[in-house]
């Protein structure tokens, strides 16, 4: 390692040059980097519901539905009018596979030819009685008016369901800008929902962070620098590392094609943090060692010399704690974990490259911090290091109640998650699904698909009761709006080909009775006679698509009747909610489906899935984060015990991480979870670097307690500086859009504060009390 820093210090210039050739390529990529809210993504295709999902994007021709809502006195004349109209419009949407309102939704009704399929509205209404009439069509067919009319009847929604191939982002800013100039020219209240357009909203609030962070961290550190250095170089060195370090890692990501998401959105912000430490680190040093150097070159190599393996320590112990991620088998974290680890290498590179190439070129210029020996904070590391060997046990009494108070937090942690409440109250997005959680039958969907075996599986009587008993029950859960699928249409014409007898509103048993009525010399005949379940239900979908499409059965049931669905709409998205139903359906379908094939699937089952996967991948992380830092740890000082000091730090932090959690009602979610992972990787560097020092200290005078003070006053100042660097630099993700991420830059802000002051109290307190061996013969060896 010293031929290759002697290499860079050597030769500045052509390092340099390489340096900007790789910045300018990464640069150039940065085009190509496009984002995707999409969180089901993330699932692994081996997983059933996940498996049921994709393939109903396959069966059925409508990938996701968007929702209009319009608010206003819907039934008016005015009214009438202007739902009429937004529909026309939507239908006009190339985007849009059909569009489902009430005024364009089928009316079944029986004639004497058999049944009638009209739409709801077949002409605009002139007069209160046509309204009237409208109002009656629309009861006599109940069956999907919780999606399409509100509770209080003062607002409708539209469904627009959008084919397979539209890119969803570009649908909802149209859709967006046309309900906008609609609103412009009509009375009513306009205004969208639905995953499409929540999906769009989550992408706008992702581009807005990442401007916010990258901008606000360039500034804060910055700030941070100048009051730490009091210089030019100590502000642009460190700066220059953690821009080029986001550059070359978005543009790593452009290049192989790796689109932003929801959990990479925070990378940014983390490699400046996080790289911004060797920088610091080494600028310490440095300033530390200059009123006794006037060589640049000989300066520079003695620091590279010295701390070129606890850079490279910590970085690596970082990236590990970043890799560990992957044991979540979610795509998302995984590529949090990886890009990250990236970005971290990219840093570790430019401190050992850029770092000691710029500093060669440059004068010695001791800042005015460093001209005295003793700053005021090497003055305050002095005196800590004095309090802690006179008063040692009172601070090792005073560290144990913090552990047991936090043990009473920590009993009040609770596992909750919401994607509509990650975004501000006041959010145009946020405030339409709450309103149709409200009003109607609810934004958030559970689909059980019912899979035959072959063509007509869903024309048999029991299939389709089965579907039937399933709505009833779904609809009577607790936050359930409605469920619907084939078995409504059939029991509507079921009713119709009746007579419109609400007795028949039913589906058909397995050997109906039907009866035929007919006249003879004057006498009226009837005769009875029956017929398969199964046959009559054929009929009669027969017959409504003599009267109407079959395409009005699309999202329903595929051409052959092979595959269907039935949709649940549910008032919420919240975990336990979700949960709860969850849990209600598939006990159901346990008891109830007589050798019918169905499963579980849709948003709200992928929405729990990704969450369950990502809060016990987290633990499996944090256990990987904490064996991986002990083992690379252990092997670079030689020790396995050393190895468990530097984990020590790390176990206070997560502690009193998950203890603030538990007292400050901050629930346990996908971004609190990923904090405990991120932070270990992050917060070990601390116990890495007062270790290294200490070590160095106790080789040199042979003393536990007097190399505490010479440590505190190298290793402890950098420490300090640093933490309070990172934390602020964390601190930034409290400008975020979604709350997860606001959380998670307070814990990740805090978890930094709490493993510095581990490592520089637990750490030291332990040593002179215990005085360990595996120090003392680190030392020795390291003078050898």
């Not at 692994?44 to 498996?51: L, M, N, Q």
């Not at 005295?372 to 060997?389: A, C, P, Q």
């Not at 119709?496 to 509103?505: K, L, M, V």
């Not at 603030?660 to 609190?672: D, E, K, W």
Request: glycine share 6%; hydrophobic share 45%.
């Amino acid at each position: 390692m010293k031929k290759f820093m002697n290499l860079i210090i050597e030769n500045p210039w052509k390092t340099l040059l390489a340096l900007l050739f790789i910045t300018l390529f990464f640069t150039y990529q940065l085009k190509n980097l496009k984002m995707n809210p999409d969180i089901t993504e993330a699932l692994p295709k081996s997983i059933p519901a996940k498996r049921l999902y994709d393939k109903m994007k396959e069966i059925f021709p409508s990938k996701d539905m968007a929702m209009v809502i319009y608010e206003g006195n819907i039934f008016s004349i005015n009214g009438a009018k202007e739902i009429s109209e937004l529909t026309s419009i939507l239908e006009d949407f190339p985007e849009a596979y059909s569009v489902m309102s009430p005024t364009n939704i089928k009316i079944i009704e029986g004639v004497e030819e058999g049944i009638n399929v009209e739409e709801a509205l077949k002409e605009l209404p002139s007069s209160p009685e046509d309204i009237k009439k409208w109002r009656q069509r629309l009861n006599e067919n109940p069956a999907f008016l919780k999606n399409l009319i509100s509770d209080d009847e003062k607002s409708v929604a539209i469904l627009v369901f959008l084919r397979k191939s539209v890119d969803e982002d570009k649908f909802a800013e149209k859709l967006l800008k046309t309900l906008d100039e609609f609103s412009k020219n009509h009375k009513g209240k306009v205004f969208a929902s639905g995953q499409p357009v929540i999906n769009y909203y989550i992408s706008k609030g992702i581009a807005r962070d990442m401007g916010v962070f990258f901008t606000s961290g360039i500034i804060l550190i910055f700030v941070l620098l100048l009051l730490i250095f009091t210089s030019a170089r100590g502000v642009l060195i460190p700066l220059t590392v953690v821009i080029v370090s986001v550059l070359w890692t978005l543009g790593f990501m452009a290049f192989i094609g790796k689109p932003i998401t929801h959990a990479t959105e925070i990378i940014p912000i983390l490699i400046m943090a996080i790289g911004i430490a060797d920088s610091i680190h080494l600028l310490t040093h440095y300033y530390q060692r200059a009123p006794f150097h006037t060589s640049s070159r000989e300066l520079v190599r003695e620091v590279m010399y010295e701390l070129h393996s606890p850079v490279i320590m910590t970085s690596l112990t970082t990236m590990a704690g970043f890799i560990a991620l992957n044991t979540s088998n979610m795509e998302s974290l995984e590529e949090l974990g990886i890009f990250s680890a990236f970005g971290v290498f990219c840093a570790l590179i430019l401190s050992l490259t850029f770092v000691p190439a710029t500093l060669s070129l440059l004068k010695i210029k001791i800042g005015k911090k460093w001209r005295e020996e003793k700053g005021r904070l090497r003055g305050f590391m002095l005196k800590y290091s004095d309090f802690l060997i006179r008063r040692k046990k009172s601070v090792a009494i005073g560290v144990a109640i913090i552990l047991i108070v936090s043990i009473f937090a920590i009993s009040k942690l609770n596992v909750e998650s919401s994607q509509i409440k990650q975004l501000p109250k006041n959010n145009p997005v946020r405030k339409s699904a709450e309103f149709v959680n409200k009003h109607f039958a609810g934004t958030t969907t559970f689909y059980v698909l019912f899979e035959g075996d072959e063509d007509g599986y869903i024309k048999k009587p029991a299939v389709l009761k089965v579907m039937d008993e399933l709505e009833r029950y779904a609809e009577k859960l607790s936050n359930v709006g409605s469920a619907q699928s084939i078995a409504d249409f059939i029991k509507l014409i079921n009713k119709a080909i009746h007579n419109n007898d609400q007795s028949y509103y039913r589906i058909p048993k397995e050997i109906e009775e039907e009866k035929i009525v007919y006249f003879e010399g004057g006498k009226k005949i009837e005769e009875k006679f029956q017929v398969k379940g199964e046959k009559l239900i054929a009929q009669l979908l027969q017959l409504y698509e003599l009267s109407s499409s079959p395409e009005d059965f699309a999202n329903f049931v595929d051409f052959n009747y092979r595959n269907a669905r039935v949709a649940i709409f549910v008032k919420t998205d919240e975990d336990s909610q979700l949960r709860k139903i969850d849990r209600a359906l598939s006990e159901f379908l346990k008891k109830n489906v007589n050798g019918v094939k169905a499963e579980i699937t849709g948003m709200a089952k992928l929405i729990l899935i990704v969450r369950e996967m990502t809060i016990k991948g987290q633990f499996l992380s944090i256990i990987a984060s904490l064996f991986l830092i002990w083992l690379i740890t252990s092997l670079m000082f030689r020790s396995p015990i050393i190895g468990i000091f530097n984990a020590m730090p790390l176990f206070f932090g997560i502690f009193l991480n998950f203890a603030t959690m538990g007292a400050l009602g901050i629930p346990i979610n996908i971004m609190t979870m990923v904090t405990s992972s991120l932070a270990i990787g992050i917060g070990v560097d601390y116990a890495i670097h007062f270790i290294h020092r200490y070590i160095i200290e106790l080789g040199s005078n042979n003393h536990y307690e007097k190399s505490i003070p010479q440590s505190m006053k190298t290793s402890g100042v950098a420490i300090t500086f640093n933490s309070f660097v990172v934390a602020s630099g964390f601190i930034i993700l409290v400008l975020s859009t979604f709350k997860g991420v606001k959380f998670m830059g307070f814990l990740l802000a805090l978890t930094m504060i709490t493993t510095a002051f581990a490592a520089l109290t637990i750490l030291p307190i332990y040593f002179i009390t215990f005085k360990p061996k595996s120090l003392k013969k680190a030392g020795q060896r390291r003078k050898e």
